[in-house]
C-alpha cells in the first residue's frame, strides 16, 4: 500500500522487515516511503523477460499494487 511504513532491521543478521511483526525485539527502526510496484516501473518501457518478488511474507501486497506490471511480465 502506498504511503509510508516502518522498516524493522537487524545487522547483525543482514534483516530487513516491514511485514512480520514476530521479530521486532532488538530491530531498529526507521519510517521508509512505500510505492507500488506499478508506480514503481511505471516509467520503464517496454515488457518484463521476468520479475522476481523476494519481500519476506509480503508478496499479496506487493501482486496487488502491481497488477499493470505483471501485464507486461513475459513470466
Known sequence: MPGNSTL???????WHHIARKDLL?????????????????????GRFALLKIDVEGAELDVLQGGTATLERTDR
Request: some cysteine.
Open 8 to 14: 524493522h532491521s537487524r545487522e547483525k543478521r543482514d
Open 25 to 45: 525485539e532488538g530491530a531498529t527502526r526507521c519510517v521508509v516511503d512505500v510505492v507500488s510496484l506499478d508506480e514503481a516501473t511505471a516509467e520503464i518501457a
